[in-house]
């Protein structure tokens, strides 16, 4: 999980106007934010409000239709999907999606295809990842399908840190655990930044990925309502007036 090539507090992406959908469906139409290296952004919002969708048109499975999407100051406008994971930019999508009938070093392994490596070479990645989830350690010659939920959300994680990516773009990893699972994922994301990684974190769990964030972007109909350094944010009134849409912008 390097980052050598990646210098403090490096501005990794920056999200200007966005509108994206589905084919004709427009469903973001005026979305911005950024990310910085060892930082965490938050994108929180209600059922609908376009975290998904936007998250989606920056790993490029969604089409950008307004706005830019830049990655180290360069537009993924004309970058496909696959040539972003090379570039660095890690999406675990909402569902903690491993290949359940693979045992969980199977899982790592398939995780960095994209670095070409020998195999001898990414088992050596592999430790990297045992040493920030102890629990896949334990359990490296089990099936996928054998681990809790939470511990599959780990598995997934550390699937996408085996492309040792600068982004790391995480969709609701907090989704159908129980709380005391959700602050032990929380925790091991926030024990992420550390490594100097920029982290998008997509959540519905307001109080617990606040806790975590460096700065918090809220989205409701499509629309960035609240954006800020989650430091100034010292009245959580504010944050839940923009999560329901009381706050203009």
Partial sequence: MSTSSTTENELLLEVRGLGTGYGDLRVVWDVSFDVRAGEITVLLGRNGAGKTTTIRAISGLNKVVAGDVRYRGESLAKVPAHQRVRQGIAYVQEGKRVFHSQTIEQNLLLGGYTRKLKRAELRSEAERIYELFPILA????????????????????????????????????????APVIVNEVMERVHQLKETGIGILLVEQAVEASFAIADHVTVLDMGRTMLSSPASEVSDMSLLQDAYFGKTGS
């Avoid at 085996?162 to 609701?172: N, V």
């Fill in 138 to 177: 334990e359990k490296r010659a089990l099936p996928a399908s054998s681990m809790s939920g939470g511990q599959q959300q780990m598995l997934a994680i550390g699937q996408a840190l085996m492309s040792q990516p600068r982004l790391l773009m995480l969709d609701e990893p907090s989704g159908g655990l």
